[in-house]
């Protein structure tokens, strides 16, 4: 194979992003493979519920990519991560919840499936490289490779990819990162591809319907977290029927009369409380990541740093100090809102992926 021609395994989930991303790099001249992950069973989701799904990975989905695959005349293959997605992404949802956090599942998809285990059955094809279709973009600096942001904000996907490694990044590309939308659903329609009209899916995969707590009480059973709603002062308002039905900045769906509007400010699973208060209660200044992971290797102290606090929220100035154990803290210039365990804190410098963690 020539220097130029790579063989490169794309991700391919039966959207239109990863369909143009294979039919660009074969338009290129690459030897192209296309490789869909099955990782989870809609079909026990359908039986139980009388209901067809929409949710990316999908059985449609999984059609429509071999259907793209087979336009493209490109090799395609199934892979099943089942096992591996119900142990390192569902059941960490699960327990995410049950101990009052709340996970952002499409972080560990990417981390623990896309980028470990497909990537080594990309090497196992001896494939050069593993493409996919995120909005982001992956350079390389004398120091090593940086991941840095899509150039279409409002696409931009890098929060999810903040735990790529120098060796995972050495080998995945991301071609649509220099991309709109609007350019790729054009290419799409240039490329006579059947996805390019196709619209995106908005649910979290294995929660096709969007009532995460059905899914959580088949999964766990329902009944033992049920407990007391609790103002901040120590007063007890109400009741409720599992902690893992509420969110930090929760206002919605409290059923609680107060003389101010009361949102969710802490949820203390150990007790089976739900922590109300008025707004100014969820201004946070300071908090606490684990699993913290770097872009390049560990700063040796404090960094000033724009940090993202959810994939929507927009960045705020803050200083970042390394600490042991692969922590770190995050203090805020100004105090924020809809500080939540569970969810990412990424760490920018501009359009560069400086490093990020897990909000503890």
């Known amino acids: 194979m020539s220097a130029t021609k790579k063989r490169i395994v794309v991700a391919m989930s039966g959207g239109v992003d990863s369909s143009v991303t294979a039919a660009l790099l074969k338009e290129q001249g690459h030897e192209v493979i296309g490789m869909t992950m099955q990782i989870w069973d809609y079909s026990s989701f359908a039986e139980k519920n009388g209901e067809t799904c929409g949710s990316c990975c999908s059985h449609d989905d999984v059609h429509d990519a071999r259907r793209v695959a087979e336009s493209l005349d490109i090799p395609f293959y199934v892979v099943n991560f089942e096992k591996d997605f119900q142990r390192q992404v569902i059941d960490r949802f699960c327990d995410d919840y049950f101990a009052g956090r709340t996970p952002n599942p499409c972080?560990?998809?990417?981390?623990?499936?896309k980028f470990e285990l497909l990537l080594r059955r990309a090497r196992e094809l001896e494939a050069d490289l593993l493409a996919t279709g995120h909005y982001a973009r992956i350079e390389r600096e004398p120091e090593g490779f940086v991941l840095r942001k899509g150039l279409d904000p409002a696409k931009d996907q890098s929060y999810f990819l903040f735990t790529l490694t120098q060796e995972e990044m050495?080998?995945?590309?991301?071609?649509?990162?220099?991309?709109?939308?609007?350019?790729?659903?054009?290419?799409?329609?240039?490329?006579?591809l059947r996805v390019a009209e196709k619209a995106e899916s908005q649910d979290i995969c294995f929660v096709p319907d969007g009532d995460y707590v059905r899914f959580l009480e088949e999964e766990r059973g329902g009944g033992h977290m049920d407990g007391e709603i609790v103002h901040v002062s120590g007063q007890v308002l109400g009741r409720h029927r599992g902690t893992y039905r509420y969110t930090i900045g929760q206002r919605k769906g409290l059923g609680l009369a107060w003389s101010e509007p009361l949102y969710v400010v802490a949820i203390d699973a150990a007790n089976k409380r739900v922590v109300v208060g008025e707004k100014p209660h969820l201004a946070v200044r300071e908090l606490r990541l684990r699993e913290v992971t770097w872009s390049l290797a560990a700063p040796p102290g404090e960094l000033r740093m724009a940090c993202r606090i959810r994939y929507r929220h927009h960045e705020v100035p803050a200083t970042v100090t390394p600490l042991e154990?692969?922590?770190?803290?995050?203090?805020?210039?100004?105090?924020q809102n809809g500080v939540t365990p569970g969810q990412a804190a990424v760490f920018y410098d501009g359009y560069r992926v400086v490093g990020g963690g897990w909000i503890a």
């Open 107 to 113: 972080v560990l998809c990417n981390q623990r499936l």
């Open 325 to 335: 154990h692969d922590e770190a803290c995050v203090v805020f210039d100004t105090p």
């Open 170 to 192: 050495a080998r995945v590309i991301f071609p649509l990162g220099v991309m709109s939308k609007e350019e790729v659903r054009a290419h799409a329609a240039r490329l006579n």
